[in-house]
């Protein structure tokens, strides 16, 4: 295991401990790729498609600065990669995102060509019904 993905695995424990007890998962974008380019362009929609990401919920982007980036945008600019209507863009990583709000959240890499070869995420974030008392990570 390298420096950057022990430094990761540490983050995601400390995250644990501050935060208590709480429903709220901890969501590693990619698992163990983390945000990288993808080996095919379905990767990281085919890595969601497997989980549910709720309000209060967290993404962890496991990427290096300046190689990527992560870029929030909506709908249209996520399907067409491009940052007509951009959100936000954080440069620096690893990054957490914490959802406060249901609905679809796209992100993807705004570096290079990285977003038409695949590194691009569709999240869609639905209201928390009750809470489980878990308190884990989501690889």
């Not at 491009?82 to 990583?93: A, F, M, P, R």
Request: glycine share 8%; aromatic share 12%; net charge positive.
């Amino acid at each position: 295991m390298n420096k950057f993905q022990l430094s990761l695995l540490l983050l995601v424990a400390i995250c644990n401990l501050m935060t208590g007890r709480t429903s709220a998962m901890y969501h590693i974008v990619g698992a163990k790729l983390g945000w990288n380019i993808p080996p095919n362009k379905t990767y990281y929609q085919d890595w969601a498609k497997s989980r549910v990401f709720s309000v209060e919920d967290k993404l962890l982007f496991a990427f290096r600065s300046p190689l990527h980036n992560v870029v929030e945008v909506g709908k249209d600019d996520f399907d067409e990669c491009k940052q007509e209507n951009l959100i936000y863009t954080y440069s620096s990583g690893p990054l957490i995102v914490n959802f406060t709000m249901p609905g679809d959240h796209y992100y993807y890499s705004g570096v290079g060509i990285q977003c038409e070869l695949g590194q691009k995420l569709h999240v869609p974030v639905v209201s928390r019904k009750g809470s489980s008392g878990r308190n884990s990570k989501t690889l």
